[in-house]
């Protein structure tokens, strides 16, 4: 497309608009946590109950990621409507969660559940079409675009072109490729990892080390974003001329470093910092990740943007549910005299001794991750060394 139908200004104020739009979407996603301890008290719910939010948050976002896969990439003219759409669910279901008391008063949580599939269809979509937004725009920095990004602005802006069908690479194509499916399950692994503590760290801190929720909030999941923040914001200002594979096999290791320590620790503060710490190394996983697979596969459309996403919702919905699921279990078995699981710190309650041997599960992810992370990085450094001239 001619250069003079989008000016400067105009695809810098698309930037800006997709940045605003991953800061909403990731608002919504993170909201419903710090609420987990007062909705546990008030309303009787179970630690499984609350994990069971988060898995219907993503896998509602995994569908529309798969209703997407493909449908955008031949009707691109749904791209704005759709995106200006996803901001008003996305503020009608935060209205109807926040309203489930009054609405639902004999179920509560049936209202809850209701405002949390509505606001995630939302996030979904913006989690679909944000990122190969990003991706189209001209840039010689689309990783740090890509780690940036975070109603009315898409209303206004005239946005950039896709990859033409005629010169799109099918999805069954990448799908015959190893490197496709290492990014699959890499993607998935790493939502897994930097959800299962985005969601669960001011609860754990509440319930497992006995902090107010004010501190639990700021000290525990506000530090953990905003390590997650100068992480992100490091990398998209000096981080594109990285090794992004190597600092992702990196960031995995010491995210699985940071959850033995949380789950582990007998000292309260220091599994707090661990937490903490854990923001920073989880930073670039998912949208590192993300970019490595549009590099590898430049001619890819919206379609892989949205694999992508169904992957890494899967992780992020699935792992989080199994942590509460986990923690009910553990607590119940103490409760029981079941002695098994003595072996974490002496002196917790059921539910403190639950959470920590949830999130000693969820440690498996970032593991697992840091390996096949290697192994991507190996595969992508194989493949370039064919292709280059000799």
């Not at 503020?91 to 309203?99: C, D, I, T, V």
């Not at 004010?214 to 000096?238: E, I, K, N, S």
Request: charge should be positive; charged fraction near 10%; aromatic fraction near 10%.
């Amino acid at each position: 497309m001619p250069e003079s139908s989008h000016p400067p200004t105009t695809l810098r104020l698309v930037r800006q608009c997709c940045y605003v739009g991953m800061f909403i979407q990731a608002m919504v996603v993170n909201l419903t946590p710090l609420f987990f301890i007062p909705l546990r008290e008030q309303f009787g719910l179970s630690f499984e109950q609350l994990g069971r939010l988060v898995l219907l948050n993503f896998a509602t976002q995994m569908l529309v990621d798969l209703l997407c896969t493909g449908l955008i990439d031949r009707f691109g003219r749904a791209v704005k409507p759709l995106t200006v759409a996803a901001q008003f669910l996305a503020a009608a279901g935060l209205w109807l969660f926040a309203g489930a008391p009054a609405l639902f008063p004999a179920d509560p949580y049936r209202g809850l559940v209701l405002g949390t599939i509505i606001f995630s269809l939302g996030c979904g979509l913006l989690e679909v079409l944000l990122s190969p937004i990003i991706n189209a725009l001209p840039s010689l920095r689309k990783e740090a675009d890509m780690a940036l990004l975070n109603l009315a602005g898409f209303v206004a802006v005239k946005l950039p072109p896709f990859v033409h069908e005629a010169e799109r690479e099918r999805t069954r194509a990448m799908a015959r490729t190893g490197v496709f499916w290492l990014g699959m399950f890499g993607i998935l692994l790493a939502g897994a990892t930097e959800v299962t503590l985005a969601q669960w760290t001011s609860a754990f801190a509440q319930t497992a080390l006995g902090l107010s929720q004010v501190v639990a909030d700021c000290f525990g999941f506000g530090l953990f974003g905003a390590m997650m923040v100068v992480g992100r914001l490091w990398f998209g200002f000096h981080g594109h001329n990285r090794n992004l594979p190597r600092m992702l096999t990196a960031g995995a290791t010491l995210s699985a470093a940071c959850y033995g320590t949380v789950a582990l620790s007998p000292s309260p503060g220091v599994a707090l910092v661990a937490c903490i710490a854990a923001g920073l190394f989880v930073s670039l996983l998912w949208p590192g990740i993300v970019s490595v697979c549009a590099a590898t596969f430049p001619r890819a459309g919206v379609s892989l943007f949205a694999l992508l996403a169904a992957f890494g919702d899967a992780g992020a919905g699935l792992v989080p549910w199994l942590v509460g699921a986990t923690a009910d279990r553990v607590a119940n078995l103490d409760r029981a005299g079941y002695s098994a699981f003595r072996h974490f710190p002496v002196g917790l309650t059921p539910e403190q001794l639950g959470l920590r041997a949830g999130l000693l599960l969820a440690m498996l992810c970032p593991a697992v991750l840091a390996v096949l992370l290697r192994v991507l990085h190996c595969r992508i450094r194989a493949k370039s060394t064919k292709l280059e001239p000799t």
